[in-house]
């Protein structure tokens, strides 16, 4: 199961959420997402659980808690959402 965890402290990195999540099962990724120019964290990640069973009760018991100081958001992450494709511009003028 795929989740996501957001309102992170900009000072967690992966093996700090890795470790949040371990204590309920087997995490087979966990990813804290990072801005790509300045490789700041952006206080969002992914945490990938292979057991459903596991990954629910982490949701469950994880969601609201205090980590760091802040109160994290976990629930199961849903895919992003197909956008509809942007017309290209025209510079042709009549």
């Given at each position: 199961?795929?989740?996501?965890?957001?309102?992170?402290?900009?000072?967690?990195?992966?093996e700090d959420l890795r470790?949040?999540?371990?204590?309920?099962?087997?995490?087979?990724?966990?990813?804290?997402?990072t801005d790509k120019f300045?490789?700041?964290?952006?206080?969002?990640?992914?945490?990938?659980?292979?057991?459903?069973?596991?990954?629910?009760?982490?949701?469950?018991?994880?969601?609201?808690?205090?980590?760091?100081?802040r109160t994290i958001k976990?629930?199961?992450?849903?895919?992003?959402?197909?956008?509809?494709?942007?017309?290209?511009?025209?510079?042709?003028?009549?």
């Amino acid at each position: 199961m795929n989740i996501y965890v957001s309102n992170l402290s900009f000072a967690v990195i992966d093996e700090d959420l890795r470790s949040y999540f371990a204590e309920y099962g087997e995490v087979s990724s966990a990813k804290v997402i990072t801005d790509k120019f300045t490789n700041r964290s952006k206080g969002f990640g992914f945490v990938e659980m292979p057991d459903d069973a596991a990954a629910e009760k982490a949701i469950a018991e994880l969601d609201g808690a205090t980590v760091d100081g802040r109160t994290i958001k976990v629930m199961v992450a849903r895919p992003k959402e197909e956008r509809p494709a942007r017309p290209a511009h025209s510079n042709n003028r009549w």
